[in-house]
């Protein structure tokens, strides 16, 4: 009897480290998605060039069309729908949030280099030139409930145009 009992025990433990390294895998793996959807999805709000600016030889990217191409882009690279939440079929488990979407282009008047500097997201960057910010978060996923609430997944995103001297 003893020997059932020390043997559920090591089974037990067995299982409950199985399911956080399975955890873990699925945390990186959500983390890479998201990683490489908001850095497309800054890249193709980064073309919504204001042309008439351009024409004038300033680089102004037009923040609603911006917005809208970088909602659009993680919509279709993550497989989610009007509201950002997952539709079936997506990996995503849990509604995606923008939290932070910033542009820095020559409408703001700043000067290029640039040193971008956003604590709460962790963000330091010198920035070369006009630029889209972008930060999504989701929650962490949960195959095993535990009495520690684990953090959102927060990835943070950012396109530049490099100016040639």
């Given at each position: ?64 069309e ?68 972008a ?14 609430v ?16």
């Amino acid at each position: 009897m003893d020997y059932v009992i020390k043997l559920a025990f090591v089974l037990l433990i067995f299982v409950y480290s199985w399911f956080f390294q399975i955890q873990n895998q699925e945390w990186d793996m959500l983390r890479s998605m998201l990683k490489d959807a908001n850095n497309v999805a800054v890249h193709d709000a980064s073309q919504e060039l204001n042309e008439s600016a351009r024409a004038q030889g300033s680089l102004i990217i037009d923040p609603a069309e911006a917005y809208a191409t970088f909602l659009e882009s993680l919509q279709r690279n993550l497989g989610l729908d009007d509201g950002l939440s997952p539709m079936a079929g997506s990996r995503l488990q849990t509604r995606v949030k923008i939290v932070k979407f910033d542009i820095v282009d020559d409408s703001t008047g700043v000067t290029f280099p640039l040193l971008y500097e956003d604590s709460t997201y962790g963000i330091t960057k010198y920035i070369q030139g006009p630029s889209v910010i972008a930060v999504i978060e989701t929650k962490h996923p949960v195959l095993i409930s535990r009495a520690k609430v684990q953090e959102a997944i927060i990835v943070p995103a950012v396109q530049e145009y490099k100016v040639n001297d």
